[in-house]
């Protein structure tokens, strides 16, 4: 969200100007760089699901068996992450171009979506996790809808950079996730120190090859966070 409001006042000055060339550029940056943050997060949170529910409530009267329901449910959720984070930029794309209505509507498709899944997929095995899974299969349904729209109106929405982003962020995060899920299995099962260590150990590391990874690349929102990175260490040394 915090992406799609720092867009915004840039968004709507390059509409007001018809600057539909920049326009386009700035929508489909800010939809890289929200992918770039969130799917590495969100397998994160697939991955580290038991830890983190176990670190944030199982205390007291909450059991083991508490927080294994509650880590389905986050497991089906963190598979929406993505698409929730990029409704907010492509939303303001469609503010920014004065029109309120198409997200209204594609919102009111995606929610009708949701109530009929979550009907289906609560009486499922799945039950408690069914209910989110309905929710991030509606929130992509929203943002595939969203950008399909708004390329029309943008005449593209820089797909080949979009695409190369992904052939690079994908096995990165996987790598990510393998790496994270092998460190939690050297952690043991302990108080609050060791539950937290069993969510930031793997995290870190997990994040360390990461970004490893994704540095050998060229893309441009690794070269943005480097020069970010180097403007911080100039300012501060």
Partial sequence: ASVGIALFPTLSALATKEAIDDLRKQ????LRTVLFMTVPTAV???VLREPIVALLFEYGR?????TQATALALLFYSF????????QVLARGFYALRDTWTPVWVGLLSFALAFALNAALVHS????GGLALAFSISAWFNIVLLAVLLRRKL??????LLLRLMLWLLPASAMMGFAATLCLDFLPIGGIPMRLLRVVVPALLGSAIFLAVVFRSELPEIQQAISKLQSLKNRWL
């Fill in 125 to 128: 095995p799945l039950q408690q």
């Fill in 44 to 46: 994160l949170m697939a």
């Fill in 62 to 66: 909450w059991k083991a068996t508490d």
């Fill in 155 to 160: 005449n593209g929405l820089e797909g080949t």
């Fill in 80 to 87: 929406g992450v993505p698409a929730m984070s990029c409704q």
């Fill in 27 to 30: 929508v489909a940056s800010g």
